[in-house]
C-alpha cells in the first residue's frame, strides 16, 4: 500500500519502501502507511462526493476541473464575505486582506523585533535602494509618517547582499527590550508606494519576514483574476503559521536566553533540526502538531508554552469566514494518483492552479505533497518508540535541538 502514498508524493518508490520497512520494524506497528493510504482512498471517495461528483464514474481530469469551479465559487463567497468587490482598489484589498488575517492569527505567537528596535536598525542602516525606488530623500520623515515594520520588510525584499550583511550584523547588537513574544503581524505597502513600485518586479504575493514576525502583502495580487482573494488570504494564513511554528524552539530558548540574542538566528532562517530518529528527520511542523496532540504530556522545558500552542488548518481557518469551505477541511494531504500526474485535493493547491489557469496535466501539487509527508511523519512520531526518541530532544539537558 506504499505504492499510493509513494506515487502521491512523486519519489522513488524503492527508496520510499526502505524507509517505510524501517519504521515499521522499529515502532513494530505494521501497517501504519497501509492504514493512512485506505484512509486516503476513503477520504478522497468522501470529499469527490461532496464535491459533486461520483468516484466511480467521474475521471480525474473531470473531478479537477469540478475542483476549480469550486474554488471560483468560494472565492466569490469570500469576497462578499470580507466586503471586496470590483470596485475595491488593490490598496483596500491588501488591507482587508491583512486584518482578516490578523484576526485568524491572533492565537500565533512568535519571537519578534519590537517596532521601536526596527526603526533604530533601519536608522543604523538605512535602505538607500528601497528608499531611492520610493522617491524619498529622509529616512526620517518616512519612519515618522509609515510603519516602520512594513519598510524594513520591503527592504529585506529589495536590498542587496552588502545592505542585508549590515542589517545582520547590526541586530547582534539588539537590547533585552528590543525583541518580545508577540502575535503575528500582516503589514502591506501604502498606496504611494504601490504606484512608486509598479517597475519593480516581485516573484511572490507574501513575504514572511521572521525577525520582525510579520508576512508582508507584495503589490502583485492579481485582483481581478478569478481566485486571487481565496488564494491570497490562504498564503498568508499559512505563511503566519508557518512563521510561528519555526518560532517554537526560540521561544523554548528564551526562558533562558536574552530573547535578543536569538534575532539574529531568526533573521537567518536557522531553525535547528531535529536527529533522525531511525532513519525518519523530524520537521518542526510534524513536531509542533505532536505536542498539540499531547497536550497533557509534562514536558520541563515546555510547560511555560504548552498551553499557548494552537493547531488549526488553514482551510479550518477559512472556513470560519465563509462555512462553505468545510468541505476542503481534512482534504489537505489527500489526492488521486492519476496518469500522468497526480491531483491534489488541497485548497491551496486547486486555487493556484485556478489563478494560473493551469490546464489538466498541468496542475500544482506542491502543497498536498507536503502535507501528505508532514500527516505520515506524524502518524509514524506518535507510535510510543518514535514519540520517545523526539520528546527526548526536547530538553536542555540532551543538548541536541534545544
Do not use: C
Request: proline share 5%.
Amino acid at each position: 500500500m506504499s505504492k499510493l502514498i509513494a506515487e502521491l508524493l512523486g519519489t522513488d518508490r524503492r527508496q520510499f519502501d526502505k524507509i517505510i520497512s524501517r519504521l515499521e520494524h522499529i515502532t513494530l506497528q505494521p501497517g501504519v502507511d497501509t492504514r493512512l493510504s485506505a484512509e486516503i482512498i476513503t477520504k478522497t471517495r468522501a470529499k469527490t462526493r461532496a464535491f459533486g461528483y461520483e468516484p466511480s464514474e467521474a475521471t480525474a481530469k473531470e473531478l479537477y476541473y469540478g475542483l476549480l469551479s469550486v474554488a471560483e465559487n468560494h472565492d466569490e463567497l469570500l469576497r462578499k464575505r470580507i466586503n471586496i468587490r470590483k470596485s475595491t482598489k488593490l490598496i483596500e484589498v491588501s488591507e482587508i486582506i491583512a486584518a482578516e488575517a490578523e484576526k485568524l492569527l491572533s492565537k500565533e505567537k512568535l519571537v519578534a523585533m519590537q517596532p521601536v528596535a526596527v526603526k533604530k536598525v533601519l536608522k543604523a542602516v538605512p535602505p538607500k535602494k528601497t528608499m531611492k525606488l520610493l522617491k524619498y530623500r529622509s529616512l526620517d520623515s518616512v519612519l515618522k509618517r509609515e510603519n516602520p515594520l512594513v519598510l524594513y520588510a520591503l527592504a529585506r525584499t529589495i536590498e542587496d547582499k552588502s545592505w542585508q550583511t549590515q542589517i545582520n550584523a547590526r541586530l547582534k547588537r539588539l537590547q533585552a527590550r528590543d525583541a518580545s513574544e508577540q502575535s503575528v503581524n500582516i503589514l502591506y505597502l501604502p498606496s504611494s508606494w504601490k504606484e512608486k513600485l509598479k517597475k519593480n518586479p516581485f516573484d511572490n504575493v507574501v513575504q514572511p519576514v521572521p525577525e520582525i514576525g510579520s508576512v508582508l502583502l507584495l503589490p502583485t495580487i492579481p485582483v481581478m483574476q478569478k481566485g486571487a482573494v481565496l488564494l491570497t488570504l490562504s498564503l498568508v494564513l499559512q505563511a503566519g503559521q508557518r512563521l510561528s511554528v519555526e518560532s517554537l524552539p526560540y521561544r523554548t530558548k528564551a526562558l533562558s536566553i536574552g530573547v535578543e540574542k536569538l534575532i539574529p538566528d531568526i533573521a537567518a532562517g536557522y531553525v535547528e533540526e531535529f536527529e533522525p530518529v531511525h532513519g525518519l528527520q523530524p520537521s518542526w511542523q510534524a513536531v509542533y502538531q505532536l505536542l498539540v496532540d499531547n497536550g497533557n504530556r509534562s514536558l520541563p522545558d515546555f510547560d511555560l508554552i504548552l498551553g499557548d500552542l494552537q493547531w488549526e488548518s488553514t482551510e479550518t481557518k477559512l472556513a470560519s469566514l465563509v462555512p462553505e469551505m468545510d468541505i476542503w477541511v481534512g482534504s489537505h494531504y489527500l489526492g488521486y494518483a492519476s496518469n500522468p500526474f497526480p491531483l491534489s485535493m488541497h485548497v491551496i493547491d486547486v486555487t493556484a492552479s485556478l489563478v494560473l489557469d493551469r490546464k489538466f496535466t498541468e496542475q500544482i501539487v506542491s502543497h498536498m505533497r507536503a502535507s501528505l509527508w508532514n500527516e505520515l511523519q506524524l502518524r509514524y512520531l506518535k507510535q510510543d518508540s518514535l514519540e520517545r526518541a523526539v520528546i527526548s530532544q526536547l530538553s536542555f539537558a540532551q543538548g541536541v535541538v534545544l
